[in-house]
């Protein structure tokens, strides 16, 4: 079956870094698109990057300049490097992705940014 583990979370001062991954198992990673969501406390999910199979990435205007999401085919994994933290970023991240026409997800992995 698809799983999805993430990891790489926890706590980090303003203006720090982290890099998340997210292992993928069930499915042929190469041809996926794979996302990155999050969800902050009393506010909605929202999508944070997207990298295609072909490598090509988007992501929100929220973090766009400051996030980079990248993936690693032979590994089967996708990473998400965050730099210059906000208090705004703090959020539970997800890993996400299609297959056979159901959406699959991690169990997440907790971000929290505060001096």
């Known amino acids: 079956q698809v799983q999805l583990v993430e990891s790489g979370g926890g706590l980090v001062q303003p203006g720090g870094s982290l890099r998340l991954s997210c292992a993928a198992s069930g499915i042929i990673f190469n041809i996926n698109t794979m996302d990155w969501y999050r969800r902050a406390p009393g506010k909605q999910r929202e999508l944070v990057a997207t990298i295609t199979s072909r490598g090509s990435s988007s992501y929100a205007g929220s973090v766009e300049g400051r996030f980079i999401i990248s993936r690693d085919n032979a590994k089967n994994t996708v990473y998400l490097q965050m730099n210059s933290l906000k208090p705004e970023d703090t959020a539970v991240y997800y890993c996400?992705?299609?297959?056979?026409?159901?959406?699959?997800w991690g169990q997440g992995t907790q971000v929290t940014v505060s001096s």
């Open positions: 996400s992705t299609y297959s056979a026409a159901l959406r699959y």
